[in-house]
Every structure is written in C-alpha cells, then in structure tokens.
Antibody, heavy 121, light 110 residues
Framework: EVQLVESGGGFVQPGGSLRLSCAAS????????MTWVRQAPGKGLEWVAN????????YYVDSLKGRFTVSRDNAKNSLYLQMDSLRAEDTAVYYC??????????????WGQGTMVTVSS | QSALTQPPSASGSPGQSVAISCTGT?????????VSWYQQRPGQAPKLMIY???KRPSGVPDRFSGSKSGNTASLTVSGLQAEDEADYYC??????????FGGGTKLTVL
C-alpha cells in the first residue's frame, strides 16, 4: 500500500524549533518530487516547499525562506521539514505529499494524514 | 506568490451541475497549463481531483471536469451527489518551481 505517515508535530514556544518527518512506503521514494503543504486552523491550504528526487533542488514559498528547510533521506525513505524561529502564525496541520508523476512537481496524489504544530507561549 | 481567488462558497441540488472558479494572473493560472484541483473533507487530507487543467487521476469520477480560459480556471461537478460536499482548492504552478493555492470553496449539496 502506498502510504505517507507524518510525525514530529507538537507544542513549541515562539522562537523554538521543530523537525517534522514523513515516512514513505509502498513506492520507490527516490523517483518522486515531494512536497510540504500546511493548513492553519479553519483556513485554506498553503504550499510550503518542494524537493526534487535527489534532494539537490529545493523550493520554498517566499514568506518562509530562511526559517524552514526541507530535506530527504532516500536511503530511509523519509522526508523532513526543519522549522526554526517558529511564530504563532506557523500553527497549522502540516501535510507531506508525493508528486503524481515522476518528473513533475505541480500535482500531488498521495498525502499523509497530517501532523499538528502549535506555536504558543 | 499571492493566493488564487476562489468564491468562498458554492451550492447545488443533487443531480445539478456546479462550477467553481479560480482566478489568478498571467504569472500563474494564465501562464501555464498546470492547474490542479483538490477535494478536502473535514479532518481529512487533500485528494487530487484534476491536474494539468483537464486531466483526471485514476479513480476520480468523470462527473468532475476542469477547464481554463485566460487567467481563470474552473472545476465543474456534474450530477451532484451528497458525497461531493467538501472544500475544494485550486492550485497552480507559478513559475520558478513555485506553487500557489486558492483560498478554497465550500461546496454544499442542498
């Protein structure tokens, strides 16, 4: 079964850091672009970052550049999101996703269940 | 990277058709044929319904269709069913390997 499972969410104080993980199974992980998308409570989806198959190309939404870092470990079939200098507005459910097609990064058809990050003092 | 514009809500009766619009600019929707649509039910992850403006992934009913004219893309749901009630989000490639989502539309089946 093709599956993505996020972990690592939780409560963190403003200014703190958190590292999210996304474990992939059921497909050849290193064949696909991967993405992180977040959703603040009661709000819409927001694209966060994409990472290419080999991890050498990474792209971020402008508003998060410098605070968030996406990475992957193909040997461990895992995707990561390092989040630093967290702010209250980063509070959201974070989803990881897999690209629909191997060489494209515009549409994502496999998603995890999401992990909640709450930034509060 | 401004969010694409969607109507907050849409509705229709069972069996009817409803269209949801997604308006961007020539830098995203109008500039590329890489518009996707996602369905999201409460408490669930997004589900890809349409990609590359008009294509349906395997398993998505053909009641769902996509189109684009200029800077506006549309998702049409024909033969509305109760199970179609959900939030719908468009997304578009926005150049330089960036993506942008719309604000979402809550579809109510009356």
């Amino acid at each position: 079964e093709v599956q993505l499972v996020e972990s690592g969410g939780g409560f963190v104080q403003p200014g703190g850091s958190l590292r999210l993980s996304c474990a992939a199974s059921g497909f050849t992980f290193n064949n696909y672009w991967m993405t992180w998308v977040r959703q603040a409570p009661g709000k819409g989806l927001e694209w966060v970052a994409n990472i290419k198959q080999d991890g050498r190309e990474k792209y971020y939404v402008d508003s998060l550049k410098g605070r968030f870092t996406v990475s992957r470990d193909n040997a461990k079939n895992s995707l990561y999101l390092q989040m630093d200098s967290l702010r209250a507005e980063d509070t959201a459910v974070y989803y990881c996703g897999r690209a629909l097609e191997r060489e494209k990064n515009d549409a994502f058809d496999v998603w995890g269940q999401g992990t909640m990050v709450t930034v509060s003092s | 990277q401004s969010a694409l514009t969607q109507p907050p809500s849409a509705s229709g009766s069972p069996g009817q058709s409803v269209a949801i619009s997604c308006t961007g600019t020539s830098s995203d929707v109008g500039g590329y044929n890489y518009v996707s649509w996602y369905q999201q039910r409460p408490g669930q992850a997004p589900k890809l319904m349409i990609y590359e403006v008009t294509k349906r992934p395997s398993g998505v009913p053909d009641r769902f269709s996509g189109s684009k004219s200029g800077n506006t893309a549309s998702l049409t749901v024909s033969g509305l069913q109760a199970e179609d009630e959900a939030d719908y989000y468009c997304s578009s490639y926005a150049g330089s390997n960036n993506l942008v989502f719309g604000g979402g539309t809550k579809l109510t089946v009356l």
